[in-house]
């Protein structure tokens, strides 16, 4: 197994002074002009704030044989393209995993087409959880990103065992409510509560997106509206 991250603290940002806050309009004229932001001038209200050059994405399991199954399906499809089409603007690396894809077909297309401008790496796994698959636990190591983004399917089974073996492992997890789905409404809510009570963060594709981008003055802060723009919330 890979070596343990150091210990929690040590790897979170020191909290600061607020900014002033944004009075702009979300999608109007008023947005704040993008300007050049050093790192130092970016401030970490929370120890567990997302941070672009801290997060990747782990993308489980969206497969066009196993999608038809799943409630909301455009819901989590529309939502998994966004989150891929943000780690893209943020340059998170993304691992992608695929459950017997002889069976399950391979990752939904419109998805697929989302992560090719993303720096993403496909495995295929035979165990529900994508830590219990060694090569993916290396590839994880080997990123170095102590925040795991997460979205997929099943709520229940794959995307829960992986956040609960991630929790285990100090990882600070975030899991994408609106882009993970199970067949079952009982299950999808069940999942969601086991998580939370194991330590992970519970958010929206677009709460992590905001929190990834920081500010209003950000370089990327325009783009990442547009993204918005082209997939309204659910």
Not at 122 to 141: D, N, V
Not at 191 to 196: D, I, P, S, V
Request: hydrophobic share 40%; glycine share 6%; aromatic share 6%.
């Amino acid at each position: 197994p890979p070596a343990p991250h150091p210990p929690r603290d040590s790897r979170r940002a020191t909290p600061a002074e607020p900014p002033p806050l944004w009075s702009g309009g979300l999608f109007g004229d008023n947005v704040c002009p993008a300007t050049p932001i050093a790192k130092d001038e970016t401030v970490m209200l929370r120890p567990d704030t997302l941070e672009a050059d801290r997060a990747m994405l782990l993308l489980i399991d969206v497969q066009e044989k196993l999608l038809p199954m799943i409630l909301d399906r455009s819901r989590v499809v529309a939502s998994s393209r966004l989150m891929a089409e943000g780690a893209a603007l943020f340059d998170l690396p993304v691992l992608v995993t695929e459950q017997y894809p002889k069976g399950l077909g391979r990752t939904e297309a419109s998805i697929l087409a989302a992560l090719s401008r993303t720096r993403f790496t496909l495995h295929e796994k035979p165990t529900f959880s994508a830590c219990g698959c060694e090569s993916i636990r290396e590839e994880i190591a080997r990123f170095d990103r102590p925040q795991v983004v997460l979205a997929g399917i099943e709520a229940h089974v794959c995307v829960q065992q992986t956040a609960l073996d991630l929790c285990v492992q100090d990882y600070d997890v975030f899991v994408c409510a609106d882009g993970v789905g199970s067949r079952g409404t009982l299950s999808y809510d069940m999942a969601l509560h086991r998580m939370r009570q194991a330590g992970a963060k519970v958010t929206t594709v677009e709460s992590v997106l905001f929190e990834l981008c920081h500010r209003c003055d950000a370089l990327k802060f325009k783009a990442m509206l547009e993204l918005i723009k082209a997939f309204p919330p659910a």
